[in-house]
């Protein structure tokens, strides 16, 4: 069975301290992954998709970047954090077919002080 | 215009009425449904999911989806208050999946 990992579950970082969150799935092969923000109070927010190694579409232009460095392998990464990155970061996973669910991982609480 | 639109709530109801969660989607091509249910501090889980149009029933949900008026609807009967959680309706497609932003429900005992 398919499963996503994400880590860590809670983090604490100062202002203009760098970001690196890691998103693992095992289980499933060449996975269209995605990186999405929840603001607290708002809504789902994509924030990075990829459909390939190497391959990232960024939905929202913003301090953040994303890559893929293998197959399975999703991180999200910032050089200098701001006050507003704050938020739960949640990494997803779905299949490559037409239809096609996305399955969680447990999410990032992010709080940048 | 978003793919999907979802209102953001938050809803209150009493402890078992019934439930009415709906979204509305901007392409008719759109076939592929699914609902999710958030609860605090978790990520979302998928809870079911629908293709073309009708209804789906599993328990206390139903999803229905009305292509006509391209909209798409999550019952839930005789509501609970662990239902008390964000609920997000997404579309399926190639690539992509789409995701409304969610509705907070609140079920008071």
């Known amino acids: 069975s398919q499963t996503i990992h994400q880590w860590p579950a809670t983090l604490v970082q100062p202002v203009g301290s760098p970001l690196s969150l890691e998103c693992t799935v095992e289980g499933t092969s060449n996975p269209n992954l995605y990186w999405y923000r929840q603001a607290a109070g708002r809504g789902l927010q994509l924030l990075f998709y990829s459909v390939g190694i190497g391959q990232i579409s960024s939905e929202v232009p913003q301090n953040l970047s994303a890559s893929r460095p293998q197959d399975r392998q999703f991180i999200l990464s910032s050089k200098k954090l701001l006050l507003s990155d704050s938020g739960f970061y949640l990494c997803?996973?779905?299949?490559?077919?037409?239809?096609?669910?996305?399955?969680f991982g447990q999410g990032t609480r992010l709080t940048v002080v | 215009q978003k793919e999907v639109e979802q209102d953001p709530g938050p809803l209150s109801v009493p402890e078992g009425a019934i439930v009415s969660l709906n979204c509305t989607y901007s392409?008719?091509?759109?076939?592929?449904f699914m609902w999710y249910r958030q609860y605090s501090r978790k990520g979302p889980e998928l809870l079911m999911y629908?293709?073309?149009?009708g209804n789906k029933e599993d328990g206390r949900f139903t999803a229905q989806v009305d292509k006509s008026s391209k909209y798409i609807s999550l019952f839930i009967r005789d509501s609970q208050p662990s239902d008390s959680a964000t609920y997000l309706c997404?579309?399926?497609?190639?690539?992509?999946?789409?995701f409304g932003t969610g509705t907070k429900l609140q079920v008071i005992p």
């Open positions: 629908t293709y073309s149009s």
């Open positions: 392409n008719s091509a759109f076939q592929y």
């Open positions: 997803a996973w779905s299949g490559v077919m037409m239809n096609t669910e996305a399955f």
């Open positions: 997404a579309r399926g497609g190639y690539q992509k999946v789409t």
